[in-house]
């Protein structure tokens, strides 16, 4: 499928580098980025052949001498590149649909997305399926590219993958065999323009299903009902009236199954996404005394509520992987203790409004990042004490002078990192390291 093309690829970090490696064996690639790339990065770049172009100009690179471009997927769709590519009609994919035409053909593919809960998902279903002895590869937006990834894969594997709505956009041929989508809220409409583009580019997660495949579906979110009516997946339901969670249960098919007392992780975000990995196994075999000995140990994923440390009775809790309000809404709904909470980050026109009725725990807001003063103009209109920061480290400063013991230290910043930080786990890492 990929032979004698004329190759541009947008982008050299890992994802970029995988594909290289894969199409410069038999295809004329150019390789380019906006900054310098690793020494060792270029030796082998050129030892494969591949031609490295460093320029801020990308734009200019774009022209039908190329038969197909692979785009890193941190490209914003709304961006000139994005238009200049769909307008002259070249074809362009990104690594993860490259490296879907090299796998083998006897191959389950579990795909999980949503605005979130996905990594946790994703996390819970790699360890009870490895748990009940299968071999389980994992990768896409959790860990490495799955072009690296290739050489692992046999047939009869298990392939689970943490698939965001940047990687989905560039989606064609992809195809899973079981799809999970958490739920759905208005994040990353800057990448998008509109959260119709943004839903529509989540339901591709069932591009290419038949009813042989199942797509296992939130049913108290209405945006994942409404995309999904239309889809050809065997449909499964969790929130609904078969799988649930009520007075300390968790039900599957209407039957009490596991007494949440006995889970390690708390909160009805975590509780949603075990009936959804629950569903996902049940489809394989499930051993009820395997999945409760995970659930008695499991701890969360790291950056998502993650407890911290207790100082002098204050709890400290990192949340930076929390993006956009919806996610912050979960943390908030978490605690029932006066919060000291971290907000902000980069501007992506998020609606801080969604988090008014939900901040009644809340004793001072601490506002960080670009959305600073949109931050504290917010908690002053709510009448809610607020110090502009700016940034975590002064944050933490300002903390240390107002918490008592009782109180939590909750970094949910409702806003992208991308501001100040590479990623959120930097984010994260900072945070513990002040507490």
Do not use: W
């Not at 982008?11 to 906006?34: H, Q, W």
């Not at 009813?211 to 009516?229: E, M, P, V």
């Amino acid at each position: 499928m990929y032979e004698g093309k004329k190759i541009l690829i947008l982008g050299a970090a890992r994802s970029g580098l995988a594909a290289a490696k894969i199409l410069a064996l038999k295809n004329e690639v150019t390789i380019s980025d906006l900054k310098e790339i690793k020494k060792e990065d270029e030796d082998l770049l050129k030892s494969l052949g591949v031609k490295i172009i460093i320029t801020k100009d990308q734009l200019s690179l774009i022209n039908n001498d190329f038969d197909l471009i692979v785009r890193n997927p941190a490209i914003l769709a709304t961006s000139a590149i994005s238009k200049k590519i769909k307008d002259l009609n070249i074809p362009c994919i990104n690594e993860m649909e490259l490296a879907y035409h090299y796998l083998p053909e006897y191959l389950t593919i579990i795909g999980v997305t949503g605005s979130n809960g996905k990594t946790t998902t994703v996390t819970m279903i790699y360890n009870l399926l490895k748990m009940h002895g299968y071999n389980v590869i994992i990768g896409g937006n959790i860990g490495i590219p799955l072009c690296d990834l290739l050489s692992d894969i046999k047939d009869n594997s298990i392939l689970l993958l943490e698939i965001s709505d940047h990687q989905l956009y560039d989606f064609h041929d992809f195809k899973t065999n079981i799809s999970i989508l958490t739920n759905l809220c208005p994040t990353h409409l800057d990448y998008h323009g509109t959260y119709e583009n943004y839903i529509n580019t989540k339901k591709k997660i069932f591009n290419n299903h038949t009813n042989k495949d199942i797509a296992i579906i939130n049913y108290s979110n209405n945006d994942c009902l409404n995309i999904t009516k239309d889809i050809l997946s065997t449909k499964i339901y969790f929130n609904n009236n078969l799988n649930y969670i009520k007075d300390g249960y968790l039900y599957l098919d209407n039957k009490p199954y596991l007494n949440l007392d006995d889970m390690i992780l708390k909160g009805a975000h975590n509780y949603e996404n075990l009936i959804a990995a629950l569903l996902v196994v049940k489809q394989f075999k499930l051993d009820k005394e395997k999945v409760e000995e995970f659930i008695k140990t499991f701890k969360g994923v790291e950056h998502r509520i993650e407890y911290v440390k207790s100082i002098d009775g204050v709890d400290y809790y990192n949340d930076s992987k929390s993006t956009n309000p919806t996610s912050t809404i979960t943390a908030l709904k978490t605690f029932n203790k006066p919060i000291h909470l971290i907000l902000g980050g980069l501007n992506r026109n998020q609606d801080f409004n969604v988090l008014k009725n939900y901040l009644g725990n809340v004793k001072i807001i601490y506002a960080i990042g670009e959305v600073t003063d949109i931050v504290a103009d917010f908690s002053e209109s709510l009448d809610i004490p607020v110090f502009k920061c700016y940034n975590i480290k002064s944050a933490m400063k300002k903390i240390k002078e107002n918490v008592k013991s009782g109180d939590i230290v909750l970094l949910s910043p409702a806003s992208s990192s991308q501001d100040q930080y590479l990623k959120f786990e930097d984010r994260g890492d900072e945070f513990k390291r002040e507490v």
